[in-house]
Protein backbone atom coordinates (compact mmCIF):
# COMPACT_ATOMS: atom_id res chain seq x y z
CA UNK A 1 0.00 0.00 0.00
CA UNK A 2 1.49 3.50 -1.14
CA UNK A 3 1.77 6.34 1.12
CA UNK A 4 -1.34 7.94 -0.18
CA UNK A 5 -3.46 5.24 0.12
CA UNK A 6 -2.50 4.73 3.72
CA UNK A 7 -3.61 8.58 4.15
CA UNK A 8 -6.81 8.11 2.15
CA UNK A 9 -8.14 5.06 3.91
CA UNK A 10 -7.30 6.86 7.76
CA UNK A 11 -8.92 9.94 5.96
CA UNK A 12 -12.17 8.58 5.36
CA UNK A 13 -12.27 6.13 8.44
CA UNK A 14 -12.45 9.23 10.24
CA UNK A 15 -14.70 10.90 7.92
CA UNK A 16 -16.92 8.28 8.30
CA UNK A 17 -16.92 8.56 11.90
CA UNK A 18 -17.39 12.24 11.51
CA UNK A 19 -19.93 12.52 9.30
CA UNK A 20 -22.09 10.28 11.21
CA UNK A 21 -21.91 11.80 14.52
CA UNK A 22 -22.90 15.43 12.59
CA UNK A 23 -25.70 13.76 10.74
CA UNK A 24 -26.81 12.59 14.43
CA UNK A 25 -26.75 16.28 15.35
CA UNK A 26 -27.66 18.40 12.42
CA UNK A 27 -30.96 15.78 10.86
CA UNK A 28 -33.69 17.02 12.91
CA UNK A 29 -33.09 20.46 11.79
CA UNK A 30 -32.11 19.84 7.96
CA UNK A 31 -34.88 18.05 7.60
CA UNK A 32 -37.16 20.48 8.47
CA UNK A 33 -35.29 23.33 6.98
CA UNK A 34 -36.80 25.26 4.12
CA UNK A 35 -33.98 26.87 3.14
CA UNK A 36 -30.84 25.08 1.19
CA UNK A 37 -27.56 25.93 2.69
CA UNK A 38 -25.72 23.88 0.65
CA UNK A 39 -24.85 24.44 -3.21
CA UNK A 40 -23.11 23.00 -6.47
CA UNK A 41 -20.48 25.58 -5.71
CA UNK A 42 -19.04 23.37 -2.71
CA UNK A 43 -19.68 20.04 -4.31
CA UNK A 44 -17.04 21.45 -7.13
CA UNK A 45 -14.36 21.23 -5.04
CA UNK A 46 -14.80 17.15 -4.96
CA UNK A 47 -13.96 17.09 -8.76
CA UNK A 48 -10.98 20.31 -8.75
CA UNK A 49 -9.47 18.86 -5.35
CA UNK A 50 -7.01 16.00 -6.55
CA UNK A 51 -7.06 14.85 -3.37
CA UNK A 52 -10.92 13.97 -3.01
CA UNK A 53 -10.98 13.30 -7.18
CA UNK A 54 -8.60 10.27 -5.79
CA UNK A 55 -11.23 9.26 -3.27
CA UNK A 56 -13.88 9.47 -5.66
CA UNK A 57 -11.68 7.45 -8.24
CA UNK A 58 -10.57 5.07 -5.57
CA UNK A 59 -14.41 4.59 -4.18
CA UNK A 60 -17.13 5.58 -5.96
CA UNK A 61 -20.66 7.32 -5.33
CA UNK A 62 -23.79 5.73 -5.88
CA UNK A 63 -24.64 8.33 -8.46
CA UNK A 64 -22.77 10.48 -11.51
CA UNK A 65 -21.84 14.31 -10.20
CA UNK A 66 -23.68 16.77 -11.93
CA UNK A 67 -22.50 20.12 -13.54
CA UNK A 68 -25.95 21.47 -12.37
CA UNK A 69 -26.83 20.36 -8.87
CA UNK A 70 -23.22 18.73 -8.17
CA UNK A 71 -24.37 15.82 -5.58
CA UNK A 72 -27.33 17.38 -4.00
CA UNK A 73 -30.94 16.20 -4.45
CA UNK A 74 -34.32 17.07 -3.02
CA UNK A 75 -33.05 14.67 0.06
CA UNK A 76 -30.02 16.17 0.91
CA UNK A 77 -26.31 15.22 -0.07
CA UNK A 78 -25.40 12.09 -2.25
CA UNK A 79 -22.23 12.06 -1.28
CA UNK A 80 -20.66 9.88 2.21
CA UNK A 81 -17.68 10.01 1.50
CA UNK A 82 -15.28 12.49 0.31
CA UNK A 83 -17.10 15.39 0.89
CA UNK A 84 -15.01 18.73 1.26
CA UNK A 85 -14.49 19.81 4.77
CA UNK A 86 -16.86 22.90 4.60
CA UNK A 87 -19.79 20.59 4.33
CA UNK A 88 -18.92 20.00 7.62
CA UNK A 89 -17.87 23.31 9.24
CA UNK A 90 -21.24 24.73 8.30
CA UNK A 91 -23.34 24.92 11.34
CA UNK A 92 -26.49 27.05 10.84
CA UNK A 93 -28.50 29.01 13.35
CA UNK A 94 -30.97 27.06 13.92
CA UNK A 95 -28.68 23.91 15.08
CA UNK A 96 -26.07 26.16 17.52
CA UNK A 97 -29.16 27.81 19.31
CA UNK A 98 -30.83 24.30 19.87
CA UNK A 99 -27.47 23.24 22.01
CA UNK A 100 -28.37 24.01 25.68
CA UNK A 101 -25.19 25.62 27.07
CA UNK A 102 -22.59 27.76 25.36
CA UNK A 103 -19.92 24.88 26.27
CA UNK A 104 -22.57 22.57 24.28
CA UNK A 105 -22.35 24.75 21.01
CA UNK A 106 -18.66 24.83 21.87
CA UNK A 107 -18.47 20.73 21.38
CA UNK A 108 -20.83 21.15 18.68
CA UNK A 109 -18.52 23.43 16.88
CA UNK A 110 -15.11 21.49 17.49
CA UNK A 111 -16.89 18.26 15.70
CA UNK A 112 -18.02 20.08 12.59
CA UNK A 113 -14.29 21.61 12.85
CA UNK A 114 -12.47 18.12 12.72
CA UNK A 115 -12.09 17.33 8.92
CA UNK A 116 -10.95 20.95 8.24
CA UNK A 117 -7.96 20.26 11.01
CA UNK A 118 -7.12 16.71 10.12
CA UNK A 119 -5.86 17.81 6.65
CA UNK A 120 -4.55 21.32 8.00
CA UNK A 121 -0.93 21.98 6.34
CA UNK A 122 -0.95 18.50 4.59
CA UNK A 123 1.88 19.76 2.54
CA UNK A 124 3.50 23.38 3.69
CA UNK A 125 0.57 25.42 4.70
CA UNK A 126 -1.79 24.29 2.51
CA UNK A 127 -4.32 21.98 3.33
CA UNK A 128 -4.71 18.44 2.06
CA UNK A 129 -7.92 19.25 -0.24
CA UNK A 130 -6.09 22.62 -1.73
CA UNK A 131 -3.39 20.83 -3.32
CA UNK A 132 -3.77 21.65 -6.99
CA UNK A 133 -1.63 19.26 -8.63
CA UNK A 134 -1.27 15.13 -7.97
CA UNK A 135 2.31 15.86 -7.41
CA UNK A 136 1.67 17.90 -4.69
CA UNK A 137 -0.38 14.75 -3.30
CA UNK A 138 2.89 12.81 -3.23
CA UNK A 139 5.01 15.39 -1.30
CA UNK A 140 2.59 15.23 1.84
CA UNK A 141 4.11 14.04 4.80
CA UNK A 142 2.33 11.49 6.65
CA UNK A 143 3.72 11.59 9.47
CA UNK A 144 2.39 15.62 10.12
CA UNK A 145 -0.99 14.29 8.93
CA UNK A 146 -0.87 11.12 11.26
CA UNK A 147 -0.48 13.91 14.01
CA UNK A 148 -3.22 15.88 12.96
CA UNK A 149 -5.27 12.79 12.68
CA UNK A 150 -4.69 11.12 16.11
CA UNK A 151 -5.25 14.75 17.61
CA UNK A 152 -8.55 15.12 15.75
CA UNK A 153 -9.51 11.47 16.64
CA UNK A 154 -8.57 12.64 20.48
CA UNK A 155 -10.93 15.58 19.90
CA UNK A 156 -13.74 13.45 18.46
CA UNK A 157 -13.66 10.80 21.69
CA UNK A 158 -14.26 13.99 24.07
CA UNK A 159 -16.82 15.38 21.79
CA UNK A 160 -18.69 11.92 21.52
CA UNK A 161 -18.36 11.02 25.41
CA UNK A 162 -19.83 14.66 26.09
CA UNK A 163 -22.79 14.40 23.65
CA UNK A 164 -23.54 11.20 24.58
CA UNK A 165 -23.23 10.90 28.32
CA UNK A 166 -22.50 14.66 28.65
CA UNK A 167 -19.17 13.32 30.54
CA UNK A 168 -16.48 15.49 30.65
CA UNK A 169 -12.57 14.83 32.32
CA UNK A 170 -10.98 17.93 33.32
CA UNK A 171 -7.92 17.24 31.18
CA UNK A 172 -10.46 16.77 27.63
CA UNK A 173 -10.23 20.76 27.03
CA UNK A 174 -6.31 20.87 26.38
CA UNK A 175 -7.01 18.65 23.70
CA UNK A 176 -9.92 19.92 22.66
CA UNK A 177 -7.92 23.22 22.55
CA UNK A 178 -5.62 21.88 19.54
CA UNK A 179 -9.08 22.38 17.25
CA UNK A 180 -10.57 25.52 18.68
CA UNK A 181 -9.74 27.02 22.18
CA UNK A 182 -12.30 27.63 24.61
CA UNK A 183 -13.80 31.02 25.50
CA UNK A 184 -16.48 30.59 27.60
Avoid at 165 to 175: G, N, Q, T
Amino acid sequence: MSELDDIIKKYLYFEKVVRVMMDSVCVRHCSRCDKVCCNQDFCRETVDSPFLSHILEKYPPPTSYSNDSGWLTDSGCRLLIGRPPVCYEFLCESILASQKSEFDRYMIKILSALMTYTGKNAAGGRHIVELLHNDDLHRMRLLRFEKKLQEAQAAFGVVAAYLGKKYFEDDSLAILAKIIPYSG
